[in-house]
């Protein structure tokens, strides 16, 4: 585990400007051996890309000794917020933060449901009431380890993803290669009816493990597509070419009978390499597909958009059972990693995001720059299955970043304002940002919230996960700092605060407006 540092109580509020100071101020690049520190995890893929023998999270990384000079140096100046401290736009309220306790491991992906957060850990999960956002309190936390616990809820069921080899498929099971044909990785169900008690009623081993996962839920069942990659001839239960994903239904009534009843081809192709991009040596720095990172549906219009690796797709899942590809793009000049995927609320644009770098890099710099590591818009055009996926632009957050801090694209959720394009997004130590993509060509930050660096002296995989709004709050899982809640307070967001809905996970997306 990672040392954590201690939480400064000192807290700023920033006004945002449209050009700011602040921004054309900051100097941090990437010296020699930060840059050659990145190349060497694109090198290697994303993080926890492999099926990983252990679920220990990632040990800090040296910086170069000019890295740890400047960090320090744009702490003093005021360039870049001191260790641990907070600062935010002045349209962002930091309402409380309740730090990790029982289950130390990285913090990871949220989901809601009435009166509840769920949140998930590489060591299990916890439940928090948060019926009064300025004090929620934790309920339960269910020890159950295995990365990353991907974690989602559908009435009384709530639902884990395991992508790390264990010993079986029991809450008590150790680390096991994935080369031993016993080992196991997939999905697992709890009964959470009681709150202050969940119950594990289910295991569903999936081939190559379960990274993320996806609900389609519909009245006596609730369809799971399962997103797993990177297989090897060396692991039994994870193949290559492993071009597809694996869809388990789960009748609510009898959930132990939960099986996976397909395992739909996206890219196919001749031999084991299948048919999606091939990554390097011919598009370099690209990931090769072998599967998905991340699903997103939007039930309402049948569709989904999956982050798959080197591969961004548009399918219709009209027939759960069956989804249908009906378009695929590729970007090999800025995209590493396909990694997640957020609809509009019209369904006529796609918000793809760049993993580069795995979460555990420094990309948030001037050397990188703004179009790599960050957010691609499509627009969606045409009608039917001869829909496309047109590019429009990229989103990145204009904040510099200490090379000590792993900062990128990542999860993020609409803010339902009718009529805008409004999304509330995690960038790891890059914090929270609000943006605006109502203007497909023309994205901007409007809003944000960020903690100063863990460390001035090595890179230490922290900051947001992910970042959610939820019934007029916003909720952040930071991977080492806890569970925050933020209050937005704009004229442009506030139309938001009159949607509610009963249940949120952000990958099944709601029709708010409906």
């Known amino acids: 585990m990672t040392t954590q540092s201690t939480q400064s109580t000192r807290e700023t509020t920033v006004t945002l400007l449209q050009d700011s100071t602040r921004t054309r101020r900051r100097r941090l690049g990437v010296g020699a051996a930060a840059a050659g520190l990145l190349a060497a995890l694109l090198a290697a893929g994303p993080v926890s890309a492999t099926p990983d023998p252990g679920d220990r999270s990632a040990a800090p990384k040296s910086v170069s000794q000019s890295a740890e000079t400047e960090a320090e140096a744009a702490i003093a100046a005021g360039e870049i917020p001191g260790q641990d401290e907070i600062v935010h736009s002045a349209n962002i309220e930091h309402l409380t933060n309740l730090p990790k306790d029982a289950l130390p491991g990285f913090n990871t992906d949220l989901a809601f449901q009435g009166k509840y957060a769920f949140a998930g850990n590489y060591d299990g999960f916890r439940i928090y009431d948060i019926s009064n956002p300025k004090a929620p ?85 609730v369809y799971v597509y399962v997103s797993s990659y990177s297989p090897s001839a060396t692991f039994p239960d994870c193949q290559p070419p492993h071009d597809g994903i694996s869809v388990i239904k789960v009748p609510r009534k009898a959930p132990q009978k939960a099986a996976v009843v397909n395992f739909p081809v996206l890219f196919p192709g001749e031999g084991a390499d299948g048919g999606g991009n091939p990554g390097g040596p011919a598009n370099p720095g690209v990931s090769k597909t072998t599967g998905c990172h991340d699903i997103t549906v939007l039930p ?116 339902p304002v009718k009529g805008k394009d409004l999304m509330v997004q995690a960038w790891y130590q890059g914090g929270v940002s609000v943006w605006d993509f109502t203007n497909s060509d023309k994205p901007k930050e409007i809003g944000y919230f960020e903690r100063g660096p863990l460390s ?52 099944t997306q709601p029709d708010y407006f409906d």
Request: proline share 4%; hydrophobic share 30%; aromatic share 8%.
């Open 137 to 221: 309190r934790t309920v339960s936390q269910v020890l159950c380890p295995g990365s990353q616990n991907d974690i989602s809820v559908s009435g009384n069921l709530l639902f884990l993803s395991t992508d790390s080899s264990r010993s079986d498929n029991s809450c008590a099971s150790t680390t096991q290669p994935a080369t031993e044909k016993s080992s196991w990785e997939g999905m697992k169900v709890f009964d959470i009816s009681d709150k202050r008690n969940p119950k594990y009623v289910a295991a569903v081993e999936t081939a190559c493990g379960s990274h993320t996962h996806t609900l389609v839920p519909e009245k006596k069942d």
């Open 300 to 415: 309402s219009k049948d569709l989904a958009a999956g982050a798959c690796m080197g591969d961004g797709i548009l399918f219709s899942i009209k027939d759960p059972e069956n989804p249908k590809v009906i378009d695929q793009v590729q970007d090999n000049v800025n995209f590493a990693f396909w990694h997640s995927a957020t609809f509009n609320q019209k369904a006529n644009k796609v918000v793809f995001t760049d993993e580069l770098g795995g979460g555990g890099a420094a990309t948030c710099n001037a050397e990188v720059g703004p179009d790599r590591g960050a957010d691609g818009i499509y627009d969606i055009v045409g009608k039917g299955d001869k829909r496309k996926l047109v590019f429009r632009s990229y989103f990145k957050i204009p904040r510099h970043q200490a090379d000590t801090e792993n900062c990128v694209a990542h999860n993020g959720s609409l803010i």
């Open 456 to 507: 001035t002296e090595e890179l230490v995989v922290g900051g947001s996960w992910s970042a959610y709004y939820y019934n007029g709050y916003i909720y952040s899982n930071d991977i080492q700092k806890g569970f925050d809640v933020l209050k937005l307070s704009d004229r442009r967001t506030d139309p938001a605060k009159r949607i509610h809905v009963d249940e949120l996970n952000v990958q």
